[in-house]
C-alpha cells in the first residue's frame, strides 16, 4: 500500500508525463505516515482490521494501531510511557490494573507501567509495546484485568515456569 502510495504520489506531484491508468487514489498522508496497522505474534488481536490504514487522528484505540498522542498532567505524552517496556493505558479502575501490571512484572521481569488516560474513545484499557503500538486492547477492566500476565507472556513468547 505504501509503496503503491509513494508511486501515485510520484506521478501526481513529480512526473505526470508518466501513464496515470491504474493509479491508486491517494490517501491521507497522515494516515499513509502513522496509520499502518500491524499484524502480527506480537499483536493480540480479536478480529481482523477492517482498513489497511487507521486515521491517527480519529482514536480508534485498535489493536495493531499507534497509541494516539495524548497530553499527560506529567507534561509527558501517552506514546512516551511505555519507554523501554509496555504501558497500561486505562479509562479508569487504574489501581486494579497496576496491582496485576506489578504481578506481570514481577513474573516476567519486563516494565509494565499504568497510566490513565482521559479520552472517550478509550474504553477499558490499551496495551502498548515500547515502539508505541497498541498490543492488545480490553474493553473490561476487571475481569481482562486478569489476562495480562498471560497476554505479555503470549507476546513475548514466554512459555508458563
Known sequence: LTVEQAYTRYVLRVDP??????????LDDASIELGAVY?????????????QLDDPRAHSWAAGTRAP???LPNGRSTVDVAGHGFAVLVDGAGEDWRKVADEAE???????????????ALQGAALVRPDGVIAWRSNEAA???S????????LLHRSTS
Open 147 to 154: 489476562d495480562l500476565t498471560g497476554v505479555l507472556r503470549g
Open 17 to 26: 508525463s508518466l501513464s496515470q491508468e491504474n493509479l491508486q487514489q491517494p
Open 106 to 120: 514481577r513474573e516476567l521481569t519486563v516494565p509494565v507501567v499504568v497510566q490513565e488516560v482521559q479520552d472517550e
Open 39 to 51: 499484524r502480527s505474534d506480537t499483536v493480540r488481536a480479536d478480529a481482523e482490521p477492517e482498513a
Open 69 to 71: 498522542h495524548l497530553p
Open 143 to 145: 475481569a481482562a484485568a
